[in-house]
Every structure is written in structure tokens, then in C-alpha cells.
């Protein structure tokens, strides 16, 4: 059986980057994404939550902020989990893999060192599209402590 889990969304940050540490220290970035979904008589808006891990979600939390245009590549992910009134939840969440940072949007503050002109690119494991890139493994034993 083949199986394949691959998602590639371009929009809008719906709202600033939040990061948060997991509690062994691993850096994990959440924020939302509008993509406008063009139809021929409307046009309509689709909602995702994004998480970035490690460097990838520190690059977005320090250069991006609500209303900047952004490229994600990633993947689908499902979680299941109890809320406090004891009612069980789930939600599917993107989590990227590479995020590319687009333009159209000039900073009102001069520019972040250039990294949030067109173009910019971050990669989960800090490393650009050119170079050769090593899978970073995630552990997905770091995910049952996020309090989100």
C-alpha cells in the first residue's frame, strides 16, 4: 500500500508567531495561515494551523508577524486528546518542513537583516535548498508535552 503525506500551502499569517519550549527545551513555533481559495463567482478563505520545530520555528517566530506572505511545506498531522470537561477532541495541524518566506509586503521598520524580503528560505535542520540536506528525525514522544 502506498501512503503519502505531503501538503504545500501559500497565504497569509493569520497572527503573530507564538514560540513556545517543549519541556526538554525544544523549540516549537504555532501560528495560523489564511489561503484564499478563488472560485469563479467567490472567493473563499481556508484556515490551517501551522507548527515549525526547532531552528525552522525559530526563523519564522523571529522574522514573520501577522499579515506577512509565506510558502509551507509539509506534512498532515492528526491528534487526538482529552479536554478538562473530559470530552474527547481532535484536530489536524500542518507541520512544516520547509517554510519559504515570500515578498509583497515591505516592513514598516526598515527590513529584518533581509530576511523577510522575497525569496527567503528556511529549512527545518537550518540548512538551505542548495546544500545537502540531512533528515532531522523528530521524536514523536516530544509532541505529548506541548500544553497546546
Known sequence: ?????????AGNLTRDPE????????PVCSFGLAVNRVRSKNEEV?????????ELG???????KKGDPILVEGRLQYRTWEAQDGS???????????V???????????GAGGASSGGAQA?????SQGSNR???????????????
Open 88 to 98: 474527547k477532541r481532535s484536530k489536524v495541524d500542518v507541520v512544516a518542513d520547509n
Open 58 to 64: 525559530e526563523t519564522v517566530a523571529n522574522y514573520k
Open 123 to 127: 529549512r527545518r535542520g537550518g540548512r
Open 100 to 110: 519559504q518566506f515570500l515578498g509583497g509586503r515591505a516592513d514598516a521598520d526598515g
Open 134 to 148: 540531512d533528515e532531522v528525525e523528530i521524536n514523536e514522544e516530544d509532541f505529548d508535552d506541548i500544553p497546546f
Open 19 to 26: 514560540l513556545r519550549f517543549t519541556n526538554d527545551g525544544i
Open 46 to 54: 481556508d484556515f490551517f494551523d501551522i507548527s515549525a520545530w526547532r
Open 1 to 9: 500500500m502506498v501512503s503519502f503525506n505531503r501538503v504545500i500551502l
